[in-house]
């Protein structure tokens, strides 16, 4: 793929983080929460044909739009990656990718456990998280009260959740999710410390202490 090797050479200082978890895990409180703490950080609005769910809003939570829209833009290799879950589709854009690695900034991508598995052979240095909830009664709890799913849906998203968290395995940290501030909290450790990597502070170390 054409990207690769633009991100290969541009991402040195950048990093790019992607989080996966099961649909009712909190994850979308938990990348705003994130945003909230870290202004550096961009987040990539994924493409979706679903709808939108209440209180969701447009060009903040997805870009919502039809199949067919969907369809054109896999044309025209718009998406980075993109994956078709729950029935509908999802797609990340390339564009914020790139021009934030072009910043320097830090990107936070929600993807699922397909579209991870894609960007784990594409994206060597990126970080990957996966989202874990402390119980099944509790996730069975969360999909329930936010009333936004049929009964038949939730059982479906239950079913999938079996499925995904059979794969965070292949993920290089796991985070249970008990208690929002406490995994925020612990996500930003692991950003911290990722940061830290020696191929991650070249470029600092070269420019300050002038070594190779
Ligand atoms: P939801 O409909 O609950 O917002 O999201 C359903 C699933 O789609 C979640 O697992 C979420 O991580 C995943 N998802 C959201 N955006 C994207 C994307 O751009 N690509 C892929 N592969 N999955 C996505």
């Not at 970080?127 to 849906?153: K, M």
């Amino acid at each position: 793929m054409n990207n690769t090797m633009k991100l290969n050479t541009i991402h040195e200082d950048s990093l790019i983080v992607v989080i996966s978890a099961p649909s009712g895990v909190g994850k979308t409180t938990i990348r705003k929460n994130i945003g909230l703490k870290d202004k550096n950080f961009a987040y990539s609005v994924s493409y979706t044909t679903r709808r939108p769910r209440a209180g969701e809003i447009e060009g903040l939570d997805y870009h919502f739009i039809t199949q067919n829209s969907f369809r054109a833009k896999i044309q025209e290799e718009f998406f980075f990656e993109w994956a078709e879950v729950h029935q509908n589709f999802y797609g990340t854009p390339k564009e914020l990718i790139l021009s934030s690695l072009k910043e320097k900034r830090d990107i936070l991508l929600d993807i699922d456990v397909q579209g991870a598995r894609k960007l784990q052979s594409i994206l060597k240095e990126a970080i990957f998280i996966f989202l874990l909830p402390p119980s099944w009664t509790i996730l069975e709890q969360r999909l329930r009260n936010r009333e936004t799913e049929t009964e038949q849906q939730v059982q479906q998203r239950l079913i999938t959740a079996k499925n995904e968290i059979q794969r965070c395995w292949e993920y290089d940290y796991v985070v249970i999710n008990s208690q929002i501030e406490e995994t925020v909290e612990k996500i930003y450790t692991i950003i911290s410390a990722e940061h830290n990597r020696p191929f991650r502070m070249k470029g600092l170390i070269r420019e300050n202490l002038k070594i190779s």
